[in-house]
């Protein structure tokens, strides 16, 4: 992609933004940074009933792979948002619930254990595999 391409949005969503949305936002936001995509890929993160925090065990599990969640906060996505986004990736919970009728782009749904109330073990596994699918997903945009 070059820098006159028009940015593709990809939205993270999950019911509760409070575990693995917010675990594949934050390894998305390194990843464009480290490939140098910020003016190309634009992200978004919410849920649909969001949380009052992220889960602490979230928190610690990120802070273990050097990546500072505890000031964060769940947040609603809204339709407006989603039908603006190319891609809109859900973490387990159904796209039908979240993408809009006649929305023109991809849904995709990771299909992964929500993180809430799993041990640190659990979250961590929960937590690399999240980091591989991002890594894939932007070898896929960057067009590698």
Same mark, same amino acid.
């Given at each position: 992609?070059?820098?006159?391409?028009? /940015?593709?949005?990809?939205?993270? #969503?999950?019911?509760?933004?409070?575990?693995?949305?917010?675990?594949?936002?934050?390894?998305? @936001?390194?990843?464009? @940074?480290?490939?140098?995509? =910020?003016?190309e890929i634009e992200l978004l993160t919410g849920g649909t009933r969001p949380a009052d925090h992220v889960h602490p065990v979230v928190v610690d599990a990120m802070a273990? #792979?050097?990546?500072?969640? /505890?000031?964060?906060?769940?947040? /609603?996505? =809204?339709?407006?948002?989603?039908?603006?986004?190319?891609?809109?990736?859900?973490?387990?919970? /159904?796209?039908?619930?979240?993408?809009?009728? !006649?929305? !023109?782009?991809?849904?995709?749904?990771? &299909?992964?254990? &929500?993180?809430? !109330?799993?041990?640190?073990?659990?979250?961590?596994?929960?937590?690399?595999?999240? @980091?591989?699918?991002?890594? #894939?997903?932007?070898?896929?945009?960057?067009?590698?």
């Amino acid at each position: 992609m070059g820098p006159t391409t028009e /940015s593709v949005r990809v939205a993270f #969503v999950c019911v509760q933004n409070a575990g693995r949305s917010q675990m594949a936002y934050a390894f998305a @936001e390194r990843e464009r @940074e480290r490939r140098g995509l =910020t003016g190309e890929i634009e992200l978004l993160t919410g849920g649909t009933r969001p949380a009052d925090h992220v889960h602490p065990v979230v928190v610690d599990a990120m802070a273990a #792979v050097g990546i500072d969640l /505890s000031g964060r906060t769940p947040r /609603s996505v =809204t339709v407006d948002e989603l039908q603006a986004s190319d891609y809109v990736i859900t973490m387990g919970c /159904s796209a039908a619930d979240v993408c809009p009728a !006649g929305w !023109g782009g991809e849904s995709r749904d990771w &299909d992964l254990d &929500d993180p809430d !109330g799993r041990s640190a073990e659990a979250v961590a596994a929960i937590r690399d595999e999240i @980091e591989r699918r991002v890594d #894939v997903l932007f070898e896929e945009l960057a067009g590698d």
